[in-house]
């Protein structure tokens, strides 16, 4: 699909990438990140927790990085980090 209008600033915006990472011990099974997680990153994972919940887990790697998963979850079980940070 060819856009009539473009952007004029298209080269200079740079998406953030993220890497969520879940303290699988903390999780409670609530499922706010996973309902509203903007990329549908997040599911939940069959295995249990030791306090019998199903934790959520990453399906891809497609984090836009905005944090609404932390900001959300009431038991501070997830939290996502910039990518670059990440790999180095």
């Known amino acids: 699909m060819k856009y009539w209008r473009v952007p004029l600033d298209t080269g200079e915006i740079q998406v953030t990438r993220g890497r969520v990472h879940i303290i699988e011990e903390r999780c409670k ?4 990140c996973i309902e509203y997680c903007p990329r549908e990153v997040l599911q939940f994972s069959r295995k ?10 990453v399906k891809e790697e497609e984090c836009l990085n905005c944090h609404y998963c932390e900001l959300l979850c009431p038991e501070f079980a997830i939290f996502s980090i910039a990518a670059e940070k990440a790999e180095s």
């Open 29 to 32: 099974g609530c499922g706010y």
């Open 48 to 57: 249990f927790n030791k306090k019998g919940y199903h934790p959520p887990e």
